[in-house]
């Protein structure tokens, strides 16, 4: 049986389950695993491997790394790798049309949206910020733009109502995977036409940073739960309190009536939890990290410290 040359690019933990289940399909040979370099990580700021990295060279596959593989000694290697196809998953550089025409079939994505909504590099976490109740993984051909080629399948899933981008991302991983390993076979086989996108229907949205974590807390408790929810694990929403600042890791929008102002705490203690007034009802905080302190559910801490109805927490 001839197996198709296969260049897989990825980075993070969300490509691994795609390049195993390349790897474990023998109509596939995997010629080379490109990555980002390795990065400090880390209190001792060592330099580590990513997780793509990681897995490649426990299964002994050939690793190569490149600050930017559009520059001359990526195109080299990559011609000389000669692959069939290639196949990335949130690789995290921008692919040239020079290297686009390397591979015989193209570039295959498995990009995590339903296509062409939450094109760009977060789409997991702003499917969440938007307050969205589905969202899902769409199998693509690369081309020049940024998440604009044909869709080949897609697959959606609902999110669940606390559902964090962290956790959703390890699911959507997952399904990506499975779908990735459905579709290449039927792409290479020519048994799927591949669809343009509608641009009329596309979004974009810009990569996350860390400025984007102070919670305003005259918004409504919908939008500050999705952004909690959404901003889950990095770069986290906060919030200050006493002079410090309080990260909130997961937290639900409820009801409250009350006339405090926003963000004043309208309830507190180890039985009814952290209630925070917004500008619209009221967020129920259930998971957060005191300054100086660990990550704890929101009512085991108020079971050592006290913060008292009537403190107005900090806004951005």
């Not at 570039?107 to 339903?114: D, F, G, Q």
């Not at 076979?185 to 020519?190: A, I, K, Q, R």
């Not at 929810?229 to 006493?242: I, V």
Request: charged share 25%; glycine share 10%; net charge neutral.
């Amino acid at each position: 049986m001839n197996k198709y040359r296969v260049v897989f690019m990825g980075t993070p933990d969300f490509a691994v389950p795609s390049l195993k289940v390349l790897a474990e399909d023998a109509r596939y040979e995997i010629v080379g695993v490109v990555t980002q370099p390795d990065r400090p990580a880390g209190r001792g700021n060592r330099l580590t491997a990513c997780p793509v990295k990681q897995f490649a060279l426990e299964r002994g596959l050939p690793v190569y790394q490149f600050e930017r593989i559009r520059r001359p000694e990526g195109v080299e290697r990559m011609k000389t790798l000669a692959p069939d196809v290639c196949v990335t998953a949130a690789f995290g550089q921008i692919l040239t049309q020079e290297l686009l025409d390397i591979p015989v079939h193209g570039t295959v994505n498995v990009h995590a949206s339903l296509l062409p909504k939450h094109r760009g590099s977060a789409p997991i976490n702003w499917c969440i910020l938007m307050g969205e109740t589905e969202t899902g993984v769409t199998i693509m051909r690369t081309d020049a733009g940024i998440d604009t080629g044909d869709m080949l399948r897609s697959a959606a899933t609902p999110i669940g109502a606390l559902e964090t981008a962290g956790e959703l991302t390890a699911r959507l991983s997952e399904l990506g995977a499975r779908l990735l390993g459905e579709t290449l076979p039927d792409y290479l086989e020519g048994r799927i036409v591949p669809t343009p996108q509608d641009a009329e229907r596309a979004s974009y949205q810009p990569m996350l940073d860390k400025t984007m974590g102070g919670i305003d807390w005259t918004k409504s408790a919908s939008e500050i739960a999705c952004r909690v929810r959404g901003l889950n694990p990095w770069p986290c929403a906060y919030t200050d309190l006493e002079g410090g600042r309080l990260k909130v890791y997961l937290a639900r929008a409820v009801a409250d009536d009350s006339d405090a102002p926003a963000g004043a705490v309208v309830a507190s203690g180890p039985k009814e939890g952290l209630v925070i007034r917004c500008g619209e009802g009221a967020l129920e905080i259930l998971e957060l990290q005191a300054p100086g302190g660990k990550r704890m559910a929101a009512k085991a801490y108020l079971m050592g410290k006290k913060i008292g109805v009537g403190t107005v927490l900090g806004s951005r």
